[in-house]
């Protein structure tokens, strides 16, 4: 009998048609869930029918776009027994930047000199005595580069860090601040499933920021050596899964881990690498379907270091 | 399975190909708004939620 698969998705992206497309072509039942309606009864979560009982749901694997809606349903999930792709601690880690950076520091993996304070006057005294100008200021949540300002004078430092404090949620009242990296006018992704960086590509742009997101070209690079071995490292700092580690190379240091996603896009990056990106990924919530055998019950392994949470008698 | 749901602002109607899939993101031709599919039997189509601070990859 072929695995029952939750899908987790918010939007559907390119990516996550390609990867549906996937456990399609390898004949594989998913039973899909969107951000748009998920209700949980929190009490009797092991109750549950789409995850407890015969046909249910052992593995789910997480697409979802919203981190603030994510993140508490996978450790739901989690808590009832069904493993997860990513891990919500995972996804909890690599979806906010203060954590990654906590994370990579734990490993010992190498990092931009990043900062973290409660207070625009902090942040101007870091900025004026030890980063200096330009630097970057990024928010704690969020991707594609938005809300991440590059801050060149001190004039637009007090700027920025005043709309911030005034204008933005309490998300807004501490900052996160970098280092500006002299890179070469790209950085680079890599994908990592499991133990393998399976492929990389360089994003090139003539703006400062190369998401592609925001227009940058995509090129392949080859993950031997260094980039595959840095970013196995950030990927397992995280705690590991199916992810998309930013890579940078500065000038004095090497290379630098920016961040790690945890779902990822890659619909720019198979054409250039040559790699089936989707369908390494579906193989790897495949196996690890595989590793718990072929029925759910209380017993089984959770992904999270808390006990499952038993079904009412 | 109806293939001609209408644009929720516009009332135009759309033509969708067999292979769309719930939660997928398409541009109406006569208003431009981004429409969200909400399900695909019949189709039903919904303004698609803005861009929140915390969606990302």
């Not at chain 1, 990043?114 to 330009?134: N, Q, V």
């Amino acid at each position: 009998m072929n695995p029952v698969i939750g899908f987790f998705s918010g939007r559907v992206r390119v990516e996550e048609k390609l990867l549906l497309e996937a456990y399609a072509k390898r004949g594989v039942e998913v039973q899909r869930f969107t951000e748009r309606n998920m209700t949980l009864r929190l009490d009797r979560l092991a109750d549950d029918p789409r995850w407890s009982g015969a046909g249910a749901i052992r593995v789910f694997h997480d697409r979802g776009l919203a981190f603030g809606t994510a993140g508490p349903l996978l450790e739901a999930l989690e808590a009832s027994g069904v493993t997860c792709v990513n891990r919500a601690e995972v996804v909890a880690t690599s979806g906010d930047k203060f954590r990654t950076s906590l994370a990579l520091a734990r490993a010992g993996v190498p990092q931009p000199e990043t900062y973290w304070c409660t207070s625009a006057e902090d942040a101007l005294r870091i900025l004026d005595e030890t980063l200096g100008y330009p630097a970057v200021l990024k928010p704690q949540v969020g991707s594609w580069g938005r809300l991440v300002a590059r801050l060149d004078t001190r004039a637009a430092a007090e700027a920025v860090l005043e709309s911030r404090e005034v204008l933005g949620s309490f998300h807004h009242r501490t900052h996160y601040l970098q280092r500006m990296i002299a890179k070469p006018g790209r950085d680079l992704r890599v994908f990592v499933v499991g133990n393998e960086p399976i492929a990389a590509i360089y994003r090139t742009s003539d703006h400062w920021l190369t998401n592609t997101a925001l227009g940058a070209t995509t090129s392949a690079c080859s993950v031997e050596g260094e980039v595959g071995e840095l970013a196995l490292r950030a990927a397992q700092a995280v705690g590991g899964g199916i992810l998309a580690v930013d890579l940078v190379e500065d000038p004095e240091r090497g290379l630098l881990v920016l961040e790690v996603n945890h779902s990822g896009e890659f619909r720019n990056s198979i054409e250039p690498t040559g790699v089936n990106i989707p369908g390494r990924m579906v193989d790897f919530v495949l196996q690890t379907a595989g590793e718990i055998g072929p029925a759910r019950d209380a017993t089984l392994r959770s992904s999270t270091s808390l006990p499952p949470i038993e079904a009412t008698p | 399975m109806s293939n001609q749901p209408q644009c929720p602002e516009c009332s135009q109607v759309l033509s969708l190909s067999d292979d769309t899939v719930e939660g997928e993101v398409i541009a109406c031709p006569g208003c431009e708004a981004e429409l969200e599919v909400i399900d695909t039997d019949p189709f039903e189509l919904a303004v698609a939620p803005e861009m929140a601070e915390d969606w990302g990859e």
